[in-house]
């Protein structure tokens, strides 16, 4: 079975700095990783995902992921947060093969102080 | 840009109603997910559909839930008779293929 293991629930950090978001998560098969966003009363929201080819993925907003398959993680960071990006972060797994379910962590609340 | 449309946004019920809930997945994907989060905890896979069946379904998708595709574009969610703990926040997905599922804006259920 998969799991996702995000360490940290909530996350303060000051405007302009830097955040990285942990994710490690357990499978004995392959897998697909991501990243949601869900920002207040939203849906949820694809930020980044990792199928194959180079470990660094990046989204349109700034962040990144790197999928380090020694250490079983896949941690999300930004080198600059705005206070927009203050939301609920979901790193996800599924299998590789064809429409698995996506097994979710418990979310990290980053919030982003003026 | 495609989206999964999911209605309503909110609904209200009582304890022992039936609901269905809808979703109007991207119209070439093939694959089709219902997900729910109670309020505060983690987001919890219910079912996965493809070519007109059910592919998975979790140990939470028991007896009192179904889905269905009735036609070529909408993809619901029925819960037959609704208890206090059904209350959550459900979502739709759907998916080309493997590789990150585009999700709905979700549907609030409030069951009293």
């Known amino acids: 079975a998969q799991s996702v293991t995000q360490l940290d629930s909530q996350v303060p950090v000051f405007e302009e700095a830097p955040v990285e978001l942990r994710c490690n998560y357990s499978s004995s098969v392959s897998v697909y990783l991501f990243w949601y966003v869900q920002y207040p009363n939203q849906g949820l929201q694809l930020l980044l995902k990792y199928l194959s080819g180079s470990t660094l993925v990046e989204s349109i907003n700034g962040f990144e992921a790197e999928f380090n398959k020694s250490q079983t993680s896949f941690h999300l960071r930004k080198p600059s947060v705005h206070i927009s990006d203050t939301a609920e972060y979901f790193c996800a797994v599924s299998r590789t093969n064809t429409g698995n379910q996506f097994y979710f962590g418990t979310g990290t609340s980053l919030t982003v102080i003026p | 840009e495609p989206e999964v449309t999911q209605t309503p946004s909110h609904q209200v019920t009582q304890m022992g109603q039936e609901v269905i809930l809808r979703c109007v997945p991207i119209?070439?994907?093939?694959?089709f997910y219902w997900y729910r989060q109670i309020l505060g905890q983690k987001v919890e896979f219910l079912v996965s559909f493809y070519n007109n069946e059910i592919s998975e379904k979790s140990e939470i998708f028991d007896d009192q839930f179904s889905v269905e595709r009735p036609d070529g574009s909408n993809f619901t969610l029925k819960i037959r008779s609704t208890k206090l703990e059904d209350s959550a926040m459900y979502f739709c997905?759907?998916?080309?293929?493997?590789?990150?599922?585009?999700f709905g804006q979700g549907t609030r259920l409030t069951v009293v």
């Open positions: 119209s070439n994907h093939l694959y």
């Open positions: 997905a759907s998916s080309e293929a493997p590789g990150g599922g585009f």
